[in-house]
């Protein structure tokens, strides 16, 4: 099928990926419900959990946007208070249930909505559960940085809290 207005890229997404998409204000969007969720991540950090979830062979569609990538998940549980806060730290969002995510109206590269599909939906797709997505998320990069006073006279150095890797 070619779209190409919005309402056939509503149809495509709706009969071909069999995602739950809606037309609002002239965009394609995806809400966010109680079966389906998305994780929006820094860039490097979604290419590492995607690596890793490909790895796993439970990789599911992961839109790009200039800096941020939003990965789709299956909520499988929402995470503690300890975690959504670690998560905040390193710049992990997970939107509630009843927004929406726009999504491209274009296979290509880029579209007119600012950003594209690194792994498309398919039908057959079974999004990875989201515990399994911010339980990668938060073990595959340096986390927050912080500073270290304990030396140089308490004058302070910025390290990375988990890895020990980071400014110096």
Do not use: N
Not at 111 to 118: I, K, P
């Amino acid at each position: 099928m070619e779209a190409r207005t919005v309402d056939d890229w509503v149809s495509c997404y709706q009969r071909e990926f069999g995602l739950p998409v809606r037309e609002r204000g002239g965009f394609v969007m995806l809400p966010i419900t109680d079966r389906l969720c998305v994780v929006h991540l820094p860039t490097a950090r979604a290419e590492k959990v995607f690596a890793v979830l490909r790895e796993q062979r439970k990789e599911g569609a992961v839109l790009a946007r200039q800096i941020r990538w939003s990965l789709l998940a299956e909520p499988d549980a929402r995470p503690t208070p300890e975690v959504a806060a670690e998560l905040s730290g390193v710049d992990i969002d997970i939107p509630g249930i009843g927004s929406a995510v726009m999504l491209p109206t274009s296979l290509g590269r880029w579209s007119r909505e600012g950003c594209h599909w690194v792994r498309p939906p398919t039908r057959d797709d079974v999004a990875p559960p989201l515990s399994l997505v911010l339980r990668i998320a938060l073990e595959v990069g340096p986390q927050r940085v912080s500073t270290a006073l304990t030396e140089a006279s308490g004058r302070g150095k910025l390290r990375y809290e988990r890895d020990g890797v980071g400014p110096r």
